[in-house]
């Protein structure tokens, strides 16, 4: 029994560095993508993942990417929160967390998929390319034995 106890807590470990990143991922990544709405061309499904952010703030209401990210964030960091309940990971407001990491990868598809639609296939190529890409190989991330 304790080297499956010993295993468990190794998986939990890992696990939340793996969200830890992905939250640090998407924080340098809101900072690169701070394409105005009016200037780019946005997605149904993008502008609709928008929507469904938290993110109120009226500098913002013209950034579908960072307000897309915004609450892809904040679902990450319920989803850390939930899986990980002592460690230091505050979800913004009341979302729900990610299921699966399948659904994840679905909402970093949409961004990925505008922006390529909109012309902007270099920025998808840089961070944007590398978190879906570790979302792939990781995706026991959000996955913890209980």
């Not at 993008?46 to 703030?57: I, K, M, P, Q």
């Not at 209401?61 to 915004?70: D, G, K, M, Q, V």
């Not at 990980?84 to 990491?101: L, R, T």
């Amino acid at each position: 029994m304790a080297g499956e106890d010993v295993l468990r807590r190794a998986l939990a470990m890992q696990s939340g560095r793996i969200l830890r990143f992905y939250l640090d991922e998407l924080k340098a990544l809101g900072g690169e993508l701070s394409l105005d709405g009016r200037l780019v061309e946005v997605s149904e499904e993008l502008r609709s993942l928008a929507e469904r952010s938290a993110d109120e703030a009226a500098y913002r209401r013209s950034e579908p990417y960072r307000r897309a990210i915004t609450g892809i964030s904040a679902r990450l960091a319920a989803t850390a929160a939930s899986l990980h309940p002592s460690q230091s990971i505050e979800p913004d407001g009341q979302v729900e967390p990610y299921a699966s990491p399948q659904s994840l990868l679905a909402d970093l598809d949409i961004l990925h998929g505008s922006l390529v639609a909109n012309g902007s296939a270099t920025i998808a190529r840089g961070r944007l390319r590398r978190l879906r890409r570790a979302g792939q190989l990781a995706r026991a991330g959000l996955a913890v034995p209980r």
